[in-house]
Nanobody, 118 residues
Framework: QVQLVESGGGLVQPGGSLKLSCTAS????????MGWYRQAPGKQRELVAT???????NYAESVKGRFAISRDNAKTTVYLQMSSLEPEDTAVYYC????????????WGQGTQVTVSS
């Protein structure tokens, strides 16, 4: 059974930085895409950033230039380096991983809270 375990959330002041990590376990098959989504109170979950197994990245416009997504060589851990954080970045951040066979399987982590406040 695939599990995604996130870490690195917390409270940070505006302008500060945080790094989130997510490690996938429980599968011998690779993850085509791994990424991060977030959900703020009263809002829908939205994409933050994704990275493919070929290291192609995609970012939401609101985080471009401030956030950087990366994967480790084993392709089972994904990181999100967040800089120049703004109060609007406050949300629960969810790790996501996708496997593609003849069908698509999507997995989610339990979420980690990021709060940007002075």
């Amino acid at each position: 059974q695939v599990q995604l375990v996130e870490s690195g959330g917390g409270l940070v002041q505006p302008g500060g930085s945080l790094k989130l990590s997510c490690t996938a376990s429980g599968s011998s098959f690779s993850f085509k895409v791994m990424g991060w989504y977030r959900q703020a109170p009263g809002k829908q979950r939205e994409l933050v950033a994704t990275v493919t197994s070929g290291n192609t990245t995609n970012y939401a416009e609101s985080v471009k230039g401030r956030f950087a997504i990366s994967r480790d060589n084993a392709k089972t851990t994904v990181y999100l380096q967040m800089s120049s954080l703004e109060p609007e970045d406050t949300a629960v951040y969810y790790c996501n991983a996708v496997q593609i066979f003849a069908y698509r399987i999507e997995y989610w982590g339990q979420g980690t809270q990021v709060t940007v406040s002075s």
